[in-house]
Nanobody, 122 residues
């Protein structure tokens, strides 16, 4: 398994940007597809973005398309989520996850970080 640690969350105003990072350790990072998920207060966890092992394919939920960008640096064992034009509805705990295949389906990922809080004020 791979161990994951997220960072970069914080309190920002609507329209601001944040970049989340997820540092991995353990097994070879490039053998994992990576995903970002979020859980807002009182809501179910939802898929945000995913990236294939090589970084050649990316996927986004509709609500973040055009605003968020997922990327990875396999040499640094890190995946990023650049979040621009943030909205109050983006407020949530953001989790990164690692799995064997790139998918929007959360249970398919078998390693999860502890999460980082993102709060967007209006």
């Amino acid at each position: 398994q791979v161990q994951l640690v997220e960072s970069g969350g914080g309190l920002v105003q609507a329209g601001d940007s944040l970049r989340l990072s997820c540092a991995a350790s353990g097994r070879t990072f490039s053998s994992y597809a990576m995903g970002w998920f979020r859980r807002a207060p009182g809501k179910e966890r939802e898929f945000v973005a995913a990236i294939s092992r090589s970084g050649g394919s990316t996927y986004y939920t509709d609500s973040v398309k055009g605003r968020f960008t997922i990327s990875r640096d396999n040499a640094k064992y890190t995946v990023y989520l650049q979040m621009n034009s943030l909205k109050p509805e983006d407020t949530a705990v953001y989790y990164c996850a690692a799995g064997a295949v790139v998918t929007t389906y959360g249970p398919a990922y078998n390693s999860w970080g502890q999460g980082t809080q993102v709060t967007v004020s209006s």
